[in-house]
Structure formats: structure tokens, C-alpha cells
């Protein structure tokens, strides 16, 4: 198994301000990871800023630009990165 150290989580996220802490909290309960980017993808509500809060790494997205265009936006940030 991969060492959770060397590991980013990568998470698209669209409104999704009620459950994004709590899926960080239990990604970063589960393992030490590297990091843990959550692509906010134009949302119209408090997803980044929650996601934040959380400890999350986040890169947002003016507009909607669908899972697949969020994978690869998320992917392409170096490490610690936020935008």
C-alpha cells in the first residue's frame, strides 16, 4: 500500500456547503495524507469557505465546468497551492 504521505486528495465539490467539512474531517481522521484540494466548481454557496475551515487545500472555478474539467484543474495545482 501507498504511503498516505506521498498521497493528495482531490475532491470536486459543487454546493456543497453542508457536507464538504465533514468530509474532510473524516479523510483527515483516516490518514496522514500529503493534502487533501477540494475543486469548488463555481458554486453559489459557502463550499470553499467551509471547505477552508476544514483544512482543505481549495481551488475554485468561476463557472461550472463539470467533474471531468475539475479532476484535471485539481491535478494540475502544485501542492499547497490555493487559488
Known amino acids: 500500500m501507498a504511503d498516505p504521505a506521498v498521497i493528495s486528495i482531490v475532491i470536486p465539490a459543487y454546493n ?21 484540494i477540494v475543486v469548488d466548481d463555481g458554486s453559489s454557496d459557502a463550499t470553499a469557505q467551509r471547505a477552508e475551515e476544514a483544512g ?13 474539467p475539475r479532476s484535471r484543474t485539481a491535478s494540475a495545482a502544485p501542492a499547497g497551492s490555493s487559488s
Open 16 to 36: 456543497e456547503a453542508e457536507a464538504i467539512a465533514d468530509v474532510v474531517h473524516v479523510l483527515r481522521g483516516a490518514a496522514g495524507w500529503r493534502e487533501i
Open 56 to 68: 482543505a487545500s481549495v481551488v475554485r472555478l468561476p463557472t461550472t465546468w463539470g467533474t471531468a
